[in-house]
């Protein structure tokens, strides 16, 4: 079945640092979100990238689709504390109302 | 306020006692679904449904039963919960199911089964 693979798992920045999270996928998606969660809280959706070779930023956030509709990333530049949580990658099977979550990146910010 | 209510926000219980997470919200969205999550293995979907009277397996069915009687509450039921089902556990809605689009969570069902 359709599976997302997400990297890395965990990753320390001291504030001020740039991070990146990836989602790769085996097949070709029709379309991926992202979601944060902070530590405690519930997931909360980001954006949602549809287009090949998309490119959305909000804010210090840049989201990337990649040209083959295979992978995508979530870039955030200068980190701030507020940054700290899990984000996740989130794909719907084809015709079907599955939704599967990559495993997540979850990020500590040092001040 | 829109929002996706769930109730109880913590349960301990012991195995076999059956029980019935709620899922509300006040959306009017056609798609609610069920997910779980553990440390490691990301969020993983129990059951979804598209609209009432309708629900399908996600990924990880097995131990559990939902119903869609009504549009806005779907309720998640372990009838003989085992100690495998201690998660964390989510309730989720977007407005349609054909339309990838957002989804609105619960505050989360934090469950212990011993």
């Known amino acids: 079945g359709q599976q997302v693979m997400q990297i890395p798992q965990y990753q320390h920045v001291q504030e001020g640092e740039d991070f990146t999270t990836y989602c790769n996928s085996s097949t070709t998606l029709s379309n991926i979100q992202w979601y944060k969660q902070r530590p405690g809280g519930h997931p909360v959706f980001l954006i949602q990238l549809v287009k090949s070779g998309e490119v959305k930023k909000q804010k210090r956030l840049t989201f990337q689709f990649g040209e083959a509709k295979k992978n995508s990333s979530l870039h955030i530049t200068a980190t701030q504390t507020t940054d700290v949580g899990t984000y996740f990658c989130?794909?719907?099977?084809?015709?079907?109302?599955?939704?599967?979550f990559g495993q997540g990146t979850t990020l500590q910010v040092k001040p | 306020e829109a929002q996706v209510t769930q109730n109880p926000r913590y349960l301990i219980t012991v195995t076999g006692k059956k029980l019935t997470v709620t899922c509300s919200q006040n959306m009017n969205h056609e798609y609610m679904s069920w997910y779980r999550q553990d440390p490691g293995l990301g969020l993983r979907q129990i059951y979804y449904?598209?609209?009432?009277?309708?629900?399908d397996k996600g990924d990880v069915p097995e131990g559990y039963k939902v119903s869609r009687k009504e549009k806005r509450n779907f309720p998640l039921i372990l009838e003989s919960p085992s100690p495998n089902q201690t998660s964390l556990y989510f309730c989720a809605s977007s407005f349609s199911w054909d339309r990838v689009n957002e989804q609105f969570f619960g505050p989360g069902t934090r469950l212990t089964v011993l």
């Open positions: 449904s598209m609209n009432v009277e309708v629900t």
């Open positions: 989130a794909l719907r099977r084809s015709n079907t109302g599955k939704l599967i």
